[in-house]
């Protein structure tokens, strides 16, 4: 404004100059980060697989737990390669908690627990939720109950002497089938 009261053109002109040239800056800055962040996408290397998972070797383990534990250890024998082990442990403690994993043929998980804690409360941890269903199969001269609707499906034998064995995963049926048919349970 000049002491007269009135605008100044000049003033209003100069500003939108200013303004002008900080738009244009703008539109400049962020086309070259587009730039640099396509640059980076198509020419550094990333993977989208899921990293490999490595196969872990139980032997020791499983004599441990076999000469430690008070019921028959199940471990599978007879599967083929494309099983792989990938986790392992035994708690010798009061439970006498007996827990292998495996990566199935297709990248499914299947695990194998055995423990001598209350049935229920370890059926439930170990399917993490599943409930009983009608439905039972038959492997190897055992009776097995399907549980289903938890995070894991689940094969329940609750004849095994001193313990409770759960063969339970992301697999399908076939594949944890598959996994309590392969197991021997045997005591050192």
Sequence with gaps: MSATGTCDDRGVAGSYGKQ???VRGLVQSLGVCVLAAMV???FVPHDDHAPEVKRIDYSVELV???RAASYPV???EGLTKDWKATSVTYDGKDSQHWHLGFQDPEGQYVQIEQGRQNRADF??????????TRRTEEINGRTW????????DALVLEDTPGSTTVVAGTASFGRLTKMAAALKMTKA
Excluded: C, L, W
Excluded at 145 to 152: A, F, I, K, V
């Design 145 to 152: 109950t399907r549980y289903t609707g938890g995070r894991y």
């Design 40 to 42: 980076v996408y198509f």
């Design 20 to 22: 002008k040239k900080t």
């Design 74 to 76: 199940a471990a599978p």
């Design 64 to 66: 441990t737990a076999r």
């Design 123 to 132: 059926i439930d941890e170990a399917s993490q939720g599943a409930s009983a």
